[in-house]
């Protein structure tokens, strides 16, 4: 890299994450990983942002320099109005979860959905054309998810959801480019055997709560592909039921390293070490 404005006067890549509570993100050693893995100098830090604080955080990231950062729960949305610029997708989504710095302008992007999506496709089904998804909840997850999805040719996408009108809500706001209906979780039960893939995007079966599953696995059909956001646990209840009886499985890990890898890739410019990231994601796990 010869771009000298990635760089701060100290001649090291600044970059990190702010959320509430962050702790327990395991961003900071995916992303130190991946800097050594490329030989940058640079330092990737966790930063404990209270919501009342957003902006004044994010004018400390132009003063202090920083290359880039990413934005977690519950902040993705709030720090849109500090930003100079929104990506296209990020505009449609409504949330960002990185932001670039070039020079004291900050572009809000969200990698989150393209990140998942290009997780799908690489560990379970590569081409999405065609196929009938349902997607479980409609919160700022769904959100970047469907968003993706509807991208991608499906023959049709359905959102069910506890409150049925954020899910119809969701649908009415994308059909323009894609098949796609809300529905209430009531309803869910008959829709399960027309589908070729199903996606979790709420927090049921997330650490601590990982006895439950969104869904009854026996009304899944053994033909389709199961995915789980969640990796913390990496076998949720969902997965482990869905592959007892035979469904492809495919767990949230991949949907991390890869809203990180796109990250990364806005902030370097170079190919991000996929490998290197998930495995220290995973060893920080063991
Ligand atoms: P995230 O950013 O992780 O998507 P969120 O925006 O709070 O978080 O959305 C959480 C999603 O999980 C919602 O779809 C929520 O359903 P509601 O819209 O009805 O609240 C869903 N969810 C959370 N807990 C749930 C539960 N116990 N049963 C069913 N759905 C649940």
Same mark, same amino acid.
């Given at each position: 890299i010869t771009n000298s404005n990635l760089f701060t006067g100290t001649g090291s890549l600044l970059l990190g994450v702010i959320g509430d $509570? @962050?702790?327990? /993100?395991k961003s900071p050693v995916m992303h130190q990983a991946a800097l050594a893995a490329l030989g940058l100098p640079g330092s990737y830090v966790p930063m404990h942002v209270k919501p009342e604080q957003v902006g004044e955080a994010i004018a400390g990231i132009k003063a202090l320099g920083f290359r880039g950062i990413n934005v977690t729960i519950p902040h993705k949305l709030e720090v849109i109005p500090y930003l100079d610029h929104l990506d296209e997708t990020a505009l449609r989504i409504g949330a960002v979860n990185t932001i670039v710095n070039d020079d004291g302008v900050l572009t809000g992007y969200n990698t989150d959905g393209i990140g998942y999506v290009r997780s799908l496709k690489e560990e379970a089904v590569p081409d999405l054309k065609g196929k009938r998804i349902m997607v479980l909840g409609a919160g700022g997850a769904a959100r970047g998810i469907v968003y993706a999805l509807s991208? !991608? /040719?499906? *023959?049709r996408i359905t959102i069910a959801n506890r409150t049925a009108d954020k899910a119809q809500a969701m649908a009415d706001e994308w059909k323009d480019q894609a098949d796609i209906r809300g529905i209430s979780m009531q309803q869910l039960a008959s829709e399960l055997? &027309? @589908?070729d893939i199903l996606i979790n995007t709420t927090s049921v079966g997330m650490h601590p709560n990982? /006895?439950? /599953? $969104? +869904?009854? +696995? &026996?009304? @899944? $059909? !053994?033909q389709a592909v199961v995915s789980d956001l @969640?990796? *913390? $646990?990496?076998?949720t209840k969902l997965l482990e039921g869905s592959e007892a009886k035979g469904c492809k499985v495919h767990g949230g890990l991949g949907m991390f390293v890869n809203q990180g890898a796109y990250a990364l890739e806005y902030w370097t410019g170079l190919p991000a070490p996929v490998a290197a990231m998930r495995t220290a994601v995973l060893n920080s796990m063991a």
């Open positions: $509570p @962050i702790a327990h /993100s991208l !991608e /040719s499906p *023959n055997g &027309d @589908i990982m /006895s439950y /599953s $969104p +869904v009854d +696995v &026996d009304l @899944i $059909p !053994e @969640i990796y *913390n $646990p990496l076998q």
